[in-house]
């Protein structure tokens, strides 16, 4: 969605013109949801069936593991679940190009201050609007969508304690 405000920036944006937004941080942190692990376990449930109309899709269980585990999930995210405060990316959506889009790096360190078990991490952005003479920050404090990977195995495969996830997957 991205590529195409830059793209129709590049072609429609007469000189001088304003964009809204023009800007938008993006922020990243850990988070915990057993709620959501549980529903993506719950979908490996059907895979582990021997016999389904008499076909054994056990063999199957592994690949689909692999597959939901790694796949990012969009949805709310509660501002208690994140564990540590966020990393945070700024865009300049009036000078950044194309291929900085495509390719950019957020570093990030985290120092979790809980005990909790890490089922992964949650990417939201903030972006400034304009109210009168001065800028509303919409969403910055509170995370409202996550592209998550939620690790399989984590401290032991289920229950609470730390860990982190062993299936990764790039956003």
């Known amino acids: 969605m991205l590529e195409s405000y830059l793209v129709a920036r590049d072609r429609l944006l007469k000189p001088g013109g304003k964009m809204y937004p023009d800007q938008a941080v993006l922020y990243a942190a850990p988070f ?9 376990q719950q979908k490996l449930h059907f895979w582990a069936q021997t016999s389904f109309y008499g076909v054994d899709l056990s063999s199957l269980q592994e690949s689909a593991e ?5 796949q ?17 990316l700024e865009f300049d959506f009036t000078t950044m190009t194309l291929g900085q889009l495509q390719k950019f790096e957020l570093p990030f360190s985290f120092v979790v201050t809980g005990m909790a078990q890490l089922h992964g991490f949650a990417l939201w952005f903030a972006s400034p609007a304009l109210k009168a003479d001065r ?7 509170h995370p409202v969508m996550r592209a998550s990977v939620v690790g399989k195995g984590a401290a032991g495969g289920g229950g609470g304690g ?10």
């Open 32 to 40: 915990t949801d057993a709620a959501l692990y549980a529903e993506q």
């Open 66 to 70: 692999r597959f939901y585990f790694s």
């Open 162 to 171: 730390g860990g982190a996830p062993d299936r990764k997957s790039v956003v």
């Open 72 to 88: 990012p999930v969009v949805g709310p995210v509660a501002p208690h679940s994140l564990l540590a405060a966020p990393a945070a």
């Open 135 to 141: 800028a509303v920050v919409l969403d910055g404090d």
